[in-house]
């Protein structure tokens, strides 16, 4: 039976001793989490992250913001023509702010649906997390059958780990 | 050699930041309520105008030719620009990394929703008849006619709504792991509230990597939106061809304009807030006295545009503007018109220019100042060119009524209201892009080998923005 382990490290580099220990002892790294109050820069903890696709949601919500407003502005106008003495019933200029707009709008709402897909987020299920993390440090979380239970306490343990918590 | 280490300032821990930050939430003092039943008030005196204006008609405005728009427009124009303060700010800042700003943004971002919500309220009073507002939005009516998009109304309609769900997307974002400390650390009715907001946020490597990335990808698609949108509001006025609204630089004067209020109105919220909520420790002299540098700049470019619009229209000598331009320098609206450039330049500039006066109270004030200037140049563009139309027998007075007084004076409340509401239900610093500033300070400081804590730096502390 998995079980999983939420450990605490005073500092950054603790728990990235941690997690090289742990792999080296036959946990995957898709088995640990590591949860702090602030994003930390330097190293990844862990390696082998997937990149994050944003860039192309919001590219794909622009074209399709682009493709909507475009259709909207130009297939109205040709809906019910107004003559406009000598004036084109598609408005360049019209069509062209329009575009322009529901273009950004369709950039900010696919890179919100973006984040919350690629975060799979609202999630409101009991998933491993220790609320003190919020008064900083770092909190491992690692799965591990119930027999690798000594193995993880041993690597956490020499990497320096403040506090051990079986959940 | 002797070597004298910088002055070091206290840097609060993790638990120091929470506990400073949340506090405002968590306690609720008698000042507070008293505060809300004044606002409530203000708010009030609003709706009960426009429940005035709704039951008798529109002419409780006090609208009449040739001057259809004043008040509300004039301040429908003013809540726009002061929306420029927080998204386009703190979107440029997030963008050129200024370290200085992590303690500004989120009371930037808050001024940007609220100052729309409240803007956007005057084109549905002005309307007079409120409830067919929807006629707006983009579906095919009973008639099937679809809305006339050649109407500048249509682009002002779709392009605040463009900012307002970026701005609300882009002020929620790095909430979310605040929401999250915020649930973490309450209890009862508050904690459930928290627990939505936060979306089941915890923190992990996975999710900050995806949150700065979302937030960079908004800051970058967000400030050519806040640009479009003001340049539009302008297009308003520019595409009715009347004298004095027809100038080329109409789109940025707008612009800058609405950036130099926004700045402006920034300021005042970020000395009441330090005030208030007693964060003396995270706005720091330094914040605001980088923030009166960008208002200084902003001074000098508004002043650079007005010289340029007025001059080029005195040079130019047309016939129907220069009644427009004469009744502003000399004429009926010159001492609104002078004292616009009292309060846009003629105080602001010392006070901002010269680092001794630029204290704190001095820059409220002169914020304070340019709000009123740049109100004054809302209403001067506006109502001198109605006023004086193309042909000299059309030319009438305007003087706004009590209804529209109340109304758009009210605004204020309303928009102090949604805001003080605001600042009772977030933290008002952004919790974590704080305590990231100070990993990030330390790590340039060259005190650290590693990034670490903040209140874990012993050694040289240092505040972001140092």
């Not at chain 2, 100038?247 to 940025?252: E, V």
């Not at chain 2, 619009?309 to 005195?314: F, G, M, N």
């Not at chain 2, 006023?387 to 758009?408: K, Q």
């Amino acid at each position: 039976m998995s079980q999983t382990c939420l450990v605490k490290f005073a500092q950054p580099n603790d728990a990235r001793m941690a997690i090289r220990r742990l792999i080296q002892a036959g946990i995957g790294p898709e088995s640990m989490e590591v949860m702090t109050s602030q994003p930390i820069h330097g190293e990844p903890f862990i390696p082998d992250m997937k990149p994050t696709k944003l860039r192309t949601w919001a590219i794909c919500g622009a074209a399709l913001g682009l493709v909507g407003g475009l259709s909207l502005a130009t297939i109205t106008a040709l809906n019910y023509p107004l003559v406009k003495g000598g004036m084109p019933i598609v408005a360049p200029w019209t069509v062209g702010l329009i575009t322009y707009e529901t273009t950004m709008l369709g950039a900010v709402l696919a890179t919100l649906v973006g984040l919350l897909v690629e975060l799979r987020l609202p999630n409101f299920k009991n998933l491993p997390y220790d609320p003190s993390v919020v008064d900083g440090g770092v909190v491992l979380a690692v799965a591990c059958a119930e027999d690798a239970r000594g193995s993880v306490e041993t690597a956490v343990g020499a990497a320096g780990a403040s506090k051990v918590n079986w959940v | 050699m002797a070597h004298n280490p910088p002055a070091r300032l206290p840097v609060p821990n993790e638990a120091q930041i929470n506990r400073d930050l949340l506090g405002p939430l968590f306690k609720t003092g008698p000042k507070y309520y008293v505060m809300l039943a004044v606002l409530l008030a203000v708010t009030g005196m609003v709706f009960v105008a426009w429940f005035f204006q709704l039951a008798y008609g529109i002419g409780m405005a006090g609208k009449n030719r040739p001057s259809f728009w004043g008040l509300y427009i004039t301040t429908f124009v003013f809540w726009i620009g002061i929306s420029h303060a927080g998204t386009l700010i703190s979107a440029i800042l997030r963008v050129v990394q200024a370290e200085w700003r992590r303690p500004i943004t989120r009371c930037a971002e808050a001024i940007t929703t609220f100052a729309l919500c409240t803007g956007s309220l005057f084109p549905i009073v002005h309307l007079g008849r409120a409830w067919l507002f929807y006629w707006m939005v983009p579906y095919p009516n009973s008639r099937y006619l679809w809305p006339n998009f050649q109407s500048p109304l249509m682009w002002d309609f779709i392009a605040i709504n463009t900012y307002l769900t970026g701005s609300v997307t882009y002020l929620y974002l790095p909430m979310i792991p605040d929401m999250a400390v915020a649930r973490d650390k309450s209890t009862g009715w508050r904690r459930k509230v928290y627990r939505i907001l936060a979306l089941g946020w915890r923190g992990t490597e996975r999710e900050w990597v995806r949150l700065e990335k979302a937030i960079s990808i908004m800051a970058l698609i967000i400030i050519p939106v806040a640009v479009s949108v003001h340049t539009i509001v302008s297009w308003d006025f520019a595409m009715t061809l009347m004298p004095m609204w027809r100038s080329t630089i109409f789109g940025p004067y707008f612009v800058v304009g609405a950036i130099f209020s926004g700045i402006a109105a920034l300021l005042i919220a970020m000395v009441l807030i330090r005030k208030y909520f007693k964060l003396e420790l995270y706005l720091q002299p330094i914040h605001f006295d980088n923030l009166a540098k960008m208002l200084f700049a902003m001074s000098l470019l508004w002043f650079y545009f007005t010289f340029t619009e007025y001059l080029v229209t005195w040079y130019g000598n047309e016939a129907p503007e220069m009644p427009v331009f004469w009744s502003k320098i000399s004429g009926r609206f010159a001492p609104l018109f002078w004292l616009m450039v009292v309060c846009n330049f003629i105080i602001p500039f010392p006070i901002l220019a010269i680092k001794k006066l630029r204290t704190i109270p001095l820059i409220f004030f002169a914020s304070v100042c340019i709000l009123v200037g740049m109100w004054l140049e809302r209403f001067l563009i506006i109502v001198p060119t109605l006023t004086h139309p193309y042909l000299p027998y059309n030319y009438g007075t305007y003087w706004p009524s009590l209804t529209e007084a109340a109304i758009a004076s009210g605004t204020l409340g309303l928009f102090v209201l949604l805001y003080f509401l605001f600042a009772k239900f977030s933290p008002m610093i952004s919790i974590w892009e704080y305590q990231e500033g100070l990993q990030v300070a330390a790590k340039h400081a060259g005190e650290l080998a590693e990034p670490t804590f903040a209140g874990q730096t012993v050694p040289g502390d240092v505040h972001p923005g140092h």
